[in-house]
């Protein structure tokens, strides 16, 4: 990105180092956290020394505000996003925020109207619905 090109998230402008990195949704983190969580405690006689607080904390965090909690329901979720053509941060903001409707997800993520993906509000309310279902049957 450009020196003279200011950085907007809302119009999808927010540097190619991040539109190119993968990221997670926070249940994703969370699964990942619980995963080394366990090894670290089947490979230690006392658990509390493996695990600092730090790792503790974010497993916390990850755990509360995950909107999935099932592994295949956190694979659907990727999957369904990921047909619509959403860069990795608003795949993200999407899958951690679950806005109900199109207007809220508008709202949050502005760039989603922008290269054509969505051309009215019933293709973000499909997307959404297809969410809702898979929360409803988690």
Do not use: W
Request: with cysteine; glycine share 2%.
């Amino acid at each position: 990105m450009s020196g003279e090109e200011e950085e907007n998230a809302a119009e999808l402008k927010i540097g190619d180092e991040f539109l190119k990195a993968k990221c997670l949704m926070n249940c994703e983190v969370a699964l990942i956290l619980e995963h080394k969580y366990e090894q670290l405690q089947q490979t230690s006689e006392d658990p509390l020394n493996q695990v600092s607080q730090v790792f503790e904390k974010s497993l916390q965090y990850v755990k509360r505000f995950s909107r999935y909690k099932n592994p295949d329901a956190v694979r659907q979720v990727r999957e369904v996003l990921s047909r619509y053509q959403l860069a990795e941060f608003e795949l993200c903001v999407l899958g951690n925020l679950c806005p109900e409707t199109a207007e809220e997800a508008m709202a949050m993520v502005p760039s989603i109207t922008t290269k054509g993906r969505f051309q009215d509000d019933y293709a973000i309310d499909k997307m959404l619905n297809d969410l809702s279902m898979i929360k409803k049957f988690e």
